[in-house]
């Protein structure tokens, strides 16, 4: 098929040449002598003409070939130590059973409708394998990470045609304590079957203590929680102490039981922190009789408890998807420290990281307590008058405000209706937002600002976010970071002022909670990072440092024997860090031994719009217990050095704790993904066989270009030549 794609209208190329046909005519007409060559000539002429504006068109011809595509359906494989667990010595286990049910004839039918992509996976998730490779593996994975299994490889399918999936796996996951993330949906359908026969397994009694989970930086003054997971099978319902240990000396009690077929208990207990300082809280089980795996009973962990500087209050309405991942980032943050409000049933608050009678009064009392609070979906009547006149005073004295905003506090009745009105970034918005899917870009200012400090490549790639609040119109001192693509044009999103002595952030968008679901959002985390830089530019500068030059954190608070732990250290000093400073980790053992590690430079981080080196380092903890680690460099005599940080290293793997495959949890997730549970090898093995996915096809355009093609250009030359050689020949003028 020939297709033109000539820009300038067909009309005027049709014009232009009619006129040059006609020009060319009658200057031969009236110019030329009358002698039959004449009229080869003008047709020379004319075919030239012709075909020139031929070629004006641009023609091209195209060609369309439908490719016929295959669906994928995915295949994942469990090669964790408890895969080969059985309730009987000698019986049949897990691992052999999903073998043979690799082994069936589903495989080779399903493999003739779609492609089959198998993986395995334990703490993480293999390479594409082929069959044969995974009939050789050795299921000898010393933890299994379903649940990021399953992210992992829902990512990496985003976009793509995916048939289903078949899991071959016991449903035990050796870092959720609970089994509520099973509820989550999939962009699939998930199959999988029972690997193990109901039996009654033969248990020793066993207790331990999988997780413990607590702010590890918190204020002086205030009060958290701590929260322990103790599980165990084999207790016959009998009650366990769970005790609660402050640098060793008894602090609190509780009891709670484990049900007779096994399974976990949540412990909260309440932590008072009156002290500047570092303390070790341990939650210790008593063996039960006739119990031989006692190195699990215990767990310890370090608290640093901070004085008062850089604190934040976030007060929001009723919990939705922007608060859930805002008070994630919020809690996961090393530089302030959070105290949290949501309000709950009846209008009162639940609080996180605070004392359980603090309340959101926002007296001035309370806010000399804070550097920085965000406000967020409240109305005028929630938020009160004499709270927001004495949030205006607070930003005249040198406090940061967030307006964070929501369909309630950017209405009539939100916060234009109160003394909020006067600090607000702009002067006027629609109230109602508008749905839909827009793109977002930095504006010059943006790029500028420390809130998206960095490479611009990455802030040129963050996600679109699903509403807007329309129509804003800056205030006069208002610095718009950040607009949004709409229908009516470029939008303001986020604006940013100075007042008084403080900073004031609006937000008119209720979604940039999307910022945290973009395909690389686990690897490059755009939504946690902007709100880390936000916060930075928002503290207060000459109390950042607290003293310290280096900042050190782990990728994770505990780990079992033999994993790796990677050490950072980051520098947050006023000035820039000594030339070639090298940089160690003082790493104190469990049997008080301190050992050095040479930390090597990695890529630097932005903070407060600056460069800030950053240095790291892998251990690998071969002693069970309580690690602390401090980072320092010295220079010319001068020891600079970090706050003392901890992890520990827990004595076993639940990989190798006998217990029953945990069923409940695979049959959930299948149900939740819209999949289907299977009792037996046979049923499976007769569903798969009888799938039939989607018949996929594909275009794919061939375009080459006519006009210029070596044989038209040869014809216009040939076409002019000819007429040009006659009319030097005959001697015609």
């Given at each position: 098929?020939?297709?033109?794609?000539?820009?300038?209208?067909?009309?005027?190329?049709?014009?232009?040449?009619?006129?040059?046909?006609?020009?060319?005519?009658?200057?031969?007409?009236?110019?030329?002598?009358?002698?039959?060559i004449?009229?080869?000539?003008?047709?020379?002429?004319?075919?030239?003409?012709?075909?020139?504006?031929?070629c004006?068109?641009?023609?091209?011809?195209?060609?369309?070939?439908?490719?016929?595509?295959?669906?994928?359906?995915?295949?994942?494989?469990?090669?964790?130590?408890?895969?080969?667990m059985?309730?009987?010595?000698?019986?049949?286990?897990?691992?052999?059973?999903?073998?043979?049910?690799?082994?069936?004839?589903?495989?080779?039918?399903?493999?003739?409708?779609?492609?089959?992509?198998?993986?395995?996976?334990?703490?993480?998730?293999?390479?594409?394998?082929?069959?044969?490779?995974?009939?050789?593996?050795?299921?000898?994975?010393?933890?299994?990470?379903?649940?990021?299994?399953?992210?992992?490889?829902?990512?990496r399918?985003?976009?793509?045609?995916?048939?289903?999936?078949?899991?071959?796996?016991?449903?035990?996951?050796?870092?959720?304590?609970?089994?509520?993330?099973?509820?989550?949906?999939?962009?699939?359908?998930?199959?999988?079957?029972?690997?193990?026969?109901?039996?009654?397994?033969?248990?020793?009694?066993?207790?331990?203590?999988?997780?413990?989970?607590?702010?590890?930086?918190?204020?002086?003054?205030?009060q958290?929680?701590?929260?322990?997971?103790?599980?165990?099978?084999?207790?016959?319902?009998?009650?366990?102490?769970?005790?609660?240990?402050?640098?060793?000396?008894?602090?609190?009690?509780?009891?709670?039981?484990?049900?007779?077929?096994?399974?976990?208990?949540?412990?909260?207990?309440?932590?008072?922190?009156?002290?500047?300082?570092?303390?070790?809280?341990?939650?210790?089980?008593?063996?039960?009789?006739?119990?031989?795996?006692?190195?699990?009973?215990?767990?310890?962990?370090?608290?640093?408890?901070?004085?008062?500087?850089?604190?934040?209050?976030y007060?929001?309405?009723?919990?939705?998807?922007?608060?859930?991942?805002?008070?994630?980032?919020?809690?996961?943050?090393?530089?302030?420290?959070?105290?949290?409000?949501?309000?709950?049933?009846?209008?009162?608050?639940?609080?996180?990281?605070?004392?359980?009678?603090?309340?959101?009064?926002?007296?001035?009392?309370?806010?000399?307590?804070?550097?920085?609070?965000?406000?967020?979906?409240?109305?005028a009547?929630?938020?009160?008058?004499?709270?927001?006149?004495?949030?205006?005073?607070?930003?005249?004295?040198?406090?940061?405000?967030?307006?964070?905003?929501?369909?309630?506090?950017?209405?009539?009745?939100?916060?234009?209706?109160?003394?909020?009105?006067?600090?607000?970034?702009?002067?006027?918005?629609?109230?109602?937002?508008?749905?839909?899917?827009?793109?977002?870009?930095?504006?010059?200012?943006?790029?500028?600002?420390?809130?998206?400090?960095?490479?611009?490549?990455?802030?040129?790639?963050?996600?679109?976010?699903?509403?807007?609040?329309p129509?804003?119109?800056?205030?006069?001192?208002?610095?718009?970071?950040?607009?949004?693509?709409?229908?009516?044009?470029?939008?303001?999103?986020?604006?940013?002022?100075?007042?008084?002595?403080?900073?004031?952030?609006?937000?008119?968008?209720?979604?940039?909670?999307?910022?945290?679901?973009?395909?690389?959002?686990?690897?490059?985390?755009?939504?946690?990072?902007?709100?880390?830089q936000?916060?930075?530019?928002?503290?207060?500068k000459?109390?950042?440092?607290?003293?310290?030059?280096w900042?050190?954190?782990?990728?994770?608070?505990?780990?079992?024997?033999?994993?790796?732990?990677?050490?950072?250290?980051?520098?947050?000093?006023?000035?820039?860090?000594?030339?070639?400073?090298?940089?160690?980790?003082?790493?104190?053992?469990?049997?008080?031994?301190?050992?050095?590690?040479?930390?090597?430079s990695?890529?630097?981080?932005?903070?407060?719009?600056?460069?800030?080196?950053?240095?790291?380092v892998?251990?690998k903890?071969?002693?069970?217990?309580?690690?602390?680690v401090?980072?320092?460099s010295?220079?010319?005599?001068?020891?600079?050095?970090?706050?003392?940080v901890?992890?520990?290293?827990?004595?076993?793997?639940?990989?190798?704790?006998?217990?029953?495959?945990?069923?409940?949890?695979?049959?959930?997730?299948?149900?939740?993904?819209?999949?289907?549970?299977?009792?037996?090898?046979?049923?499976?093995?007769?569903?798969l066989?009888?799938?039939?996915?989607?018949?996929?096809?594909?275009?794919?355009s061939?375009?080459?270009?006519?006009?210029?093609?070596?044989?038209?250009?040869?014809?216009?030359?040939?076409?002019?030549?000819?007429?040009?050689?006659?009319?030097?020949?005959?001697?015609?003028?």
């Amino acid at each position: 098929m020939i297709i033109y794609e000539h820009t300038v209208p067909a009309a005027v190329i049709v014009l232009g040449g009619l006129v040059a046909v006609a020009v060319s005519f009658a200057g031969y007409w009236f110019y030329a002598k009358r002698e039959w060559i004449l009229a080869p000539m003008i047709g020379f002429r004319a075919l030239f003409l012709i075909l020139l504006a031929w070629c004006l068109f641009m023609p091209g011809l195209r060609s369309v070939q439908t490719l016929a595509q295959k669906s994928r359906f995915l295949v994942l494989v469990d090669k964790s130590q408890s895969m080969t667990m059985t309730p009987v010595k000698d019986a049949t286990n897990r691992w052999q059973v999903a073998q043979g049910v690799l082994g069936l004839p589903w495989l080779a039918t399903l493999a003739e409708k779609c492609d089959i992509d198998i993986y395995s996976f334990d703490a993480d998730v293999s390479g594409k394998l082929a069959l044969d490779e995974v009939t050789h593996l050795t299921p000898n994975g010393t933890s299994t990470l379903l649940r990021d299994a399953l992210k992992k490889t829902v990512g990496r399918y985003q976009g793509l045609d995916v048939t289903g999936c078949l899991l071959l796996s016991d449903g035990i996951d050796t870092r959720e304590a609970f089994s509520d993330w099973s509820l989550e949906k999939r962009p699939f359908p998930i199959y999988s079957m029972a690997l193990e026969k109901d039996a009654v397994w033969d248990e020793e009694p066993d207790v331990r203590v999988e997780t413990v989970n607590t702010p590890r930086r918190v204020t002086v003054g205030w009060q958290s929680e701590l929260k322990a997971v103790i599980s165990g099978q084999g207790t016959k319902g009998l009650p366990i102490r769970v005790q609660l240990l402050k640098d060793g000396a008894p602090l609190q009690e509780q009891e709670t039981q484990i049900p007779a077929g096994g399974g976990s208990r949540e412990v909260v207990f309440s932590l008072d922190h009156s002290v500047v300082g570092i303390s070790t809280y341990s939650i210790v089980l008593p063996p039960f009789p006739k119990e031989s795996q006692t190195n699990d009973n215990q767990f310890a962990l370090n608290v640093q408890v901070l004085d008062a500087k850089n604190r934040l209050m976030y007060v929001e309405g009723t919990p939705r998807w922007e608060s859930k991942y805002l008070s994630r980032a919020l809690r996961e943050s090393k530089t302030v420290n959070p105290a949290i409000f949501l309000r709950g049933p009846k209008g009162k608050f639940m609080t996180f990281g605070v004392r359980g009678d603090v309340a959101p009064d926002m007296q001035e009392s309370q806010l000399a307590m804070f550097k920085i609070v965000i406000l967020g979906n409240l109305s005028a009547e929630e938020l009160g008058e004499e709270r927001a006149r004495t949030l205006v005073k607070f930003v005249e004295t040198g406090g940061s405000l967030v307006l964070l905003g929501g369909t309630k506090a950017w209405s009539p009745e939100g916060f234009v209706k109160t003394a909020l009105k006067s600090v607000l970034p702009a002067k006027s918005f629609t109230a109602k937002a508008q749905e839909g899917e827009f793109p977002v870009r930095l504006t010059d200012q943006g790029r500028s600002h420390a809130a998206f400090a960095g490479e611009v490549a990455f802030w040129e790639k963050v996600p679109p976010v699903l509403s807007v609040f329309p129509k804003v119109i800056p205030a006069p001192a208002a610095r718009v970071l950040v607009e949004a693509k709409t229908a009516e044009g470029m939008q303001p999103m986020i604006l940013v002022q100075d007042f008084g002595q403080g900073k004031v952030v609006a937000i008119f968008s209720d979604s940039i909670w999307k910022w945290q679901l973009s395909p690389d959002a686990l690897k490059n985390k755009p939504y946690s990072r902007f709100w880390n830089q936000l916060v930075s530019w928002l503290s207060p500068k000459l109390e950042k440092t607290e003293g310290k030059s280096w900042d050190v954190f782990m990728d994770r608070d505990q780990c079992f024997l033999g994993e790796e732990v990677e050490i950072t250290a980051r520098w947050t000093g006023a000035d820039k860090p000594p030339q070639g400073a090298v940089v160690k980790a003082e790493i104190t053992m469990p049997d008080k031994r301190k050992v050095p590690f040479s930390m090597t430079s990695q890529m630097n981080q932005v903070v407060d719009g600056k460069s800030a080196p950053v240095f790291s380092v892998k251990f690998k903890g071969e002693l069970a217990g309580m690690y602390s680690v401090l980072a320092a460099s010295d220079t010319g005599g001068a020891l600079l050095e970090s706050d003392t940080v901890s992890f520990s290293v827990k004595p076993f793997t639940p990989e190798s704790v006998p217990r029953p495959a945990a069923v409940e949890i695979v049959k959930a997730v299948t149900v939740n993904s819209g999949g289907v549970f299977f009792e037996s090898a046979e049923e499976l093995d007769r569903a798969l066989a009888a799938l039939q996915p989607k018949k996929l096809e594909q275009e794919i355009s061939e375009f080459k270009s006519l006009w210029q093609h070596w044989a038209i250009i040869s014809c216009l030359i040939a076409l002019i030549s000819i007429e040009w050689i006659i009319r030097k020949l005959r001697n015609l003028t």
